[in-house]
Each structure stands twice: as structure tokens, then as C-alpha cells.
């Protein structure tokens, strides 16, 4: 086998208190997918900044193409051949997609002096046509999805001519079929001979596309394996240094009465005739396909839309939701899909975010008891386990796990006794996916009523007592859990004419 297109050699980065990397090593082949996995904390995210040359390490080595490098700066990182893809695309959203894409190495006519936009719009056109795209290289790049807006950081990076492109979690903000088309746009790159390393928290996406995988935690290098080699048990003991026999922590819990009801609600172009309902103690699982209508269906409800008909009752009794404040009042919660336009404010500290919904029960006259608000915000970010140095930090410093936590702990200052979540575990890794279980199991002891919606089927047979499908905007079955399998549910989820 000819030399790794990228090495790194015992690295290791320091940061004040925090080591970041503690001699950590890793190989890249040349026209390779290589998957890097871990838990947040693990190193990943510094590693990367490590090889893009945002960081330099404290000692160890870089090997780029068999040669000893020394990356001062992301532009050096860049010179040779690297380039870096992340969740979150960083764009310049009033450029149109060519202006993005050749930034900073625009093409002048020899002439003139000028940047040659007819040469440029053309090559961007082949760039995106090679990709398989079906948009314009004159088309504003703010006015594009998140997919798209990564398939033009793709084409960027082969503008450049990009022999290394890192993908940071690029299928976390992505529907299942942009993720099918992102598949084939990365093994497309592969075919190239572009090496790709590719960082998911997502066992699907590793089992999909790499060929190798290695695992860092707490900061170190645990191994690397073929992925054909190792069994996904195998994989989560790595990541987090122990065995999950049950990743799903749900409990039995008696259930109670009756405290949600859903009957008949419809909203034109989104959902039709959605009815169900919600006990104490009961974890119900909303699912189905992606654009099935379960978002918007607990949007109504929580009052951030209007059904045009059907009723939703509380307690046996029918209420009118006119807003997410008057659900909050009569006892519903939401947690968001979107958890960083929706859920939190990323700049503000944790406890303003945790006492936001409830600041009247902290006002003192005509000012704020804040040193009872911190106390109150303290004491519920204790309570669901929140990782974090003080109540000070920003809600933008935390992992995507604890910034769920964050979220959760924000409801529970809430008197209440419906919590509606919306893909509680997406975007976040193993280990904080079995602690936002474990939270909800506590939560369905206490009574709360709690409607689960998510597309991971093992975390909807794993953590409900009883399953709503949806297709197209209808019900199109209500399962009891222990009667349900994987195939049931996708039958239900796919098939026209199921049992409702």
C-alpha cells in the first residue's frame, strides 16, 4: 500500500486546563471515505481545526502526501489540498453561488484586470452539473437549503482542487433523501480519488458510505477498524467506554388518565384528521416518513399554527390555543426540532435562557429577583444533568446534547403536564442520546404526558408505549409498541390504505 495521503503522528493540543488532544494519531488513504467517530468532548472537532491549520499542535507531527508539513494557518491547510465542510455552512448568503464558490481565487482577464464572470459562471456551471445539481450559479446563495448550500461548499472545494475534504455531521440538518443524495455526491468524490473524512454521529451514515473507522475518546485515540469488523455494540463500547445493553432505559410506569386529547384537527396543505391521545406516565411516539405532517401537527397543537378544525382537550375538558404562551400557561410544553432558531438564544447565558418562558414568577416590583432566577435555573440544569462550568455560559458554548438538556430544563420551569418533543436525540451522539432517554423516563414516572416525535425507528420501539403513524398528513395507524416491529411501522408509514 503506497504512503497515506494525510497522517497525523502523537498529536497533542493544550488549551488552558483542557487537553484537546492527548497523543492522538489517525490515517488517511488516498480516494478513501474514513468515518470519525466519538462522543462530544471526544477531540473531533480539534482535530479538525488541527489539520485545517486553524490550531497548531503542541507536539506530534503532520504528514501531508508523505511529507512533514507545518500548517501556520488555514491557508497553508488549504495551499495543499484540504478543505473543510461543516453542519453549519459558513456562505456569504447576498453572493449568488459562482461568487461563493471561487471567493478568494476569482479568475481576471489578462486584459483587462478583471474577474472574468462569463469564464467564472461558466466552470461553476460544470462544477454543479458534475455534482447533479438543479440549481444556477447565478441564484442568490441565501435563498438555498442547507443541502444545496453544502453542494456548493463541495463544488468550492473541488474549485480549488481539494484532495482532503473533511465533512463535519453534514447529514445532522438533512433529510433522509438529501442524506441519500449527499451519499452519492461523497462517493462520487471518493470515485475522484478525493480522500474523505466524514465525522457523524449517525451509525448509518458510517455503515453507508466508509470503508475505515476510527474512534476518539476523552481526547484520546481508541482504534481503528474495518468497518465490515466491527459490529455496532462493538462501536458504541468504543465511543463510550463502556457496554450499553440497554440504550433505551425506558421503565414500565403505570399508566394514568387521560390529559391530552386530539380530535379530527386538520390544516389544509399539511395535515388531515389527526386524532389521538395521551395518558400520565405514557411516552406516545409520533412517526413516520419526513414531510408526513408531525411537526405541524404538534405545531398546532402547542399553538405556534391554527388547525382549521378538530379540538384538543386537556384534563377531559376541550381548550383554545391561541399561542405557545397560552400552552405554556395551561400546561403543554415544546421542545423544538430546531433547536438553535427555536429553542435557544445561543448568546445568552443559560439561566436567562432557562427562566425566559416564566420571568413574571421572578418579578419583584417593578425589577428581577435575579439572584432567585439564577437559583431556580441552577438548581433544574442540576436536575437534568447539564454539562457546563457555571449558569454564565452561553447556550452557543454546549454541546448539541446538552443544549437539549438546556432545552428540557427551560420546560420543566414550567408547570406542566404535556412535553411535546420533537426529534429529541437528533444531531446528538450516543452517549447523550441514552441521557435525554433516561430524562424522559424520569419525566413519564413523574406523570407528565409525553408525545415523542421521531424518524429513528430503534428510539421509537425502544422508548414508547404506544405508536402514532403518519403518512401524508394522516394517521394511518396507532400501534401498541409490544405488538409493533420495524417493518409494521414502515409498511404504515409507506403503504396507501393502512390500518388506521
Same mark, same amino acid.
Given at each position: ?26 490515517? +488517511? ?11 462530544? $468532548? ?17 507536539? $506530534?507531527?503532520?504528514?501531508?502526501? %508523505? ?128 480522500? #474523505? ?88 411516539? +409520533? ?22 378544525? %378538530?379540538? #384538543? ?30 429553542? +435557544? ?55 448539541? $446534547? ?99
Amino acid at each position: 500500500m503506497s504512503h497515506p495521503i494525510l497522517e497525523l503522528r502523537d498529536v497533542t493540543k493544550t488549551f488552558p486546563g483542557v487537553r484537546a488532544l492527548d497523543g492522538v494519531r489517525f490515517e +488517511l488513504q488516498k480516494g478513501e471515505i474514513h468515518a470519525l467517530m466519538g462522543e462530544n $468532548g471526544a477531540g473531533k472537532s480539534t482535530l479538525i481545526k488541527v489539520i485545517t491549520g486553524v490550531h497548531q499542535p503542541d507536539s $506530534g507531527e503532520i504528514m501531508f502526501d %508523505g511529507k512533514k508539513v507545518d500548517f501556520r494557518s488555514p491557508l497553508d491547510s488549504q495551499r495543499v489540498g484540504i478543505a473543510a465542510i461543516y453542519q453549519h455552512v459558513t456562505c456569504y448568503p447576498d453572493l449568488s453561488v459562482t461568487e461563493n464558490i471561487f471567493i478568494g481565487h476569482e479568475n481576471y482577464d489578462k486584459l483587462t484586470r478583471r474577474i472574468d464572470w462569463k469564464s467564472l459562471h461558466r466552470r461553476a456551471g460544470e462544477l454543479l452539473e458534475s455534482l447533479d445539481a438543479d440549481f444556477d450559479p447565478h441564484t442568490p446563495m441565501g435563498t438555498l437549503s442547507v443541502a444545496r448550500q453544502q453542494i456548493v461548499e463541495i463544488a468550492k472545494a473541488l474549485s480549488a482542487n481539494a484532495r482532503v475534504v473533511i465533512m463535519d455531521e453534514p447529514t445532522a440538518p438533512l433529510t433522509d433523501r438529501e442524506s441519500e443524495d449527499l451519499y452519492r455526491i461523497t462517493e462520487g468524490l471518493r470515485d475522484m480519488g478525493v480522500s #474523505v473524512i466524514f465525522i457523524s454521529h449517525r451509525l448509518e451514515d458510517m455503515y453507508r458510505l466508509a470503508k475505515r473507522v476510527t474512534v476518539f475518546r476523552d481526547a484520546r485515540y481508541v482504534g481503528t477498524w474495518n468497518v465490515d469488523a466491527i459490529s455496532r455494540d462493538d462501536l458504541i463500547t468504543a465511543m463510550v467506554g463502556r457496554s450499553i445493553t440497554q440504550l433505551y432505559p425506558k421503565k414500565e410506569v403505570p399508566i394514568g388518565e387521560e390529559i391530552l386529547r386530539v380530535d379530527g384537527i386538520s390544516r389544509t396543505g399539511y395535515f388531515k384528521d389527526v386524532s389521538f391521545s395521551v395518558r400520565r406516565g405514557e411516552i406516545l411516539a +409520533l412517526t413516520g416518513l419526513v414531510g408526513a405532517g408531525r411537526t405541524e401537527v404538534c405545531e398546532a397543537i402547542y399553538g405556534v399554527t391554527k388547525a382549521d378544525s %378538530g379540538s #384538543v382537550s386537556l384534563d377531559g375538558r376541550p381548550v383554545s390555543i391561541h399561542g405557545p404562551d397560552e400552552a405554556l400557561a395551561m400546561g403543554i410544553g415544546y421542545l423544538p426540532e430546531d433547536r438553535h432558531r427555536q429553542g +435557544l438564544i445561543l448568546d445568552w447565558g443559560l439561566w436567562m435562557n432557562v427562566s425566559l418562558p416564566t420571568l413574571s414568577k421572578f418579578k419583584k416590583h417593578l425589577f428581577l429577583d435575579q439572584t432567585d432566577e439564577r437559583k431556580v435555573a441552577k438548581d433544574l440544569l442540576e436536575r437534568v444533568e447539564v454539562k457546563a462550568p457555571s449558569v454564565y455560559t452561553k447556550a452557543s458554548a454546549l454541546s448539541g $446534547g446538552n443544549q437539549q438538556k438546556v432545552i428540557v430544563a427551560k420546560l420543566l420551569n414550567s408547570e406542566l403536564k404535556v412535553i411535546i418533543l420533537d426529534e429529541p436525540t437528533k444531531g446528538v451522539d450516543v452517549g447523550a442520546k441514552t441521557a435525554i432517554f433516561d430524562i424522559m423516563t424520569h419525566l413519564a414516572m413523574q406523570g407528565y404526558g409525553i408525545v415523542m416525535v421521531s424518524s429513528e425507528m430503534p428510539e421509537v420501539l425502544g422508548m414508547s408505549d404506544r405508536i402514532v403513524v403518519m403518512r401524508e398528513g394522516r394517521v394511518s395507524a396507532t400501534l401498541k409498541t409490544r405488538d409493533a416491529t420495524q417493518e409494521i411501522i414502515l409498511a404504515a408509514a409507506m403503504a396507501e390504505g393502512s390500518p388506521a
